[in-house]
């Protein structure tokens, strides 16, 4: 199984450099064996190439949702429509995952760990919520991963047996993952 967690965010945009946060400190910790740790910023096309190479991709990024700043969750993403415009400074998660067919890629599962902004106007610094973030959605990353090598072990257990397969592609939108959305904060 191999595992990509990719930091994607402005730095450059206050509490948008979350997701790179994130994975510059995820990075120097050790992982399982097969995860690989990004920093993809904005470059959302790279980004897009790499999703094919994995089985499971977990994006961190900064995303409002309405919540407290500083929230966390989770969502599971699918792959929608290609987008007929592209701006790779403005690369939402979801625009990324509309690239990944244009580019010939094909869509794994792919998992989204999302922090509630304060703010985003220019500037280098997280505000204090989002900072108070980090350490939770390192642990919160560290337990899907777990989750899916637990998960792809169980399969690989039922594969042997001849019965069912998890992952593929999926269709367009958003599907919540289970546990009420998976809000952690």
Do not use: W
């Amino acid at each position: 199984m191999k595992i990509l967690v990719a930091g994607v965010g402005n730095v450059f945009l206050g509490d948008d450099g979350f997701g790179v946060e994130v994975a510059r400190r995820l990075a120097e910790t050790d992982l399982p064996a097969g995860v690989d740790v990004g920093d993809f910023g904005i470059r959302g096309i790279h980004l897009a190439y790499e999703l094919s190479a994995y089985d499971t991709t977990i994006l961190v990024d900064a995303t409002p949702r309405g919540e407290p700043p500083g929230s966390l969750y989770t969502l599971e993403l699918e792959e929608g429509e290609p987008q007929t415009v592209i701006d790779a400074h403005g690369m939402t998660p979801d625009a990324v995952l509309d690239l990944v067919g244009v580019v010939g890629g094909e869509m794994r599962r792919v998992l989204l760990v999302g922090c509630e902004p304060a703010d985003v106007s220019p500037g280098m610094e997280l505000s204090a919520p989002v900072t108070a973030a980090i350490e939770p959605a390192i642990r919160l990353v560290r337990e899907l991963i777990e989750e899916e090598i637990d998960a792809e072990a169980i399969d690989h257990r039922s594969d042997s047996r001849g019965s069912g397969h998890r992952g593929g592609a999926v269709a367009a939108g958003h599907r919540p993952l289970p546990e009420d959305q998976r809000n952690v904060t």
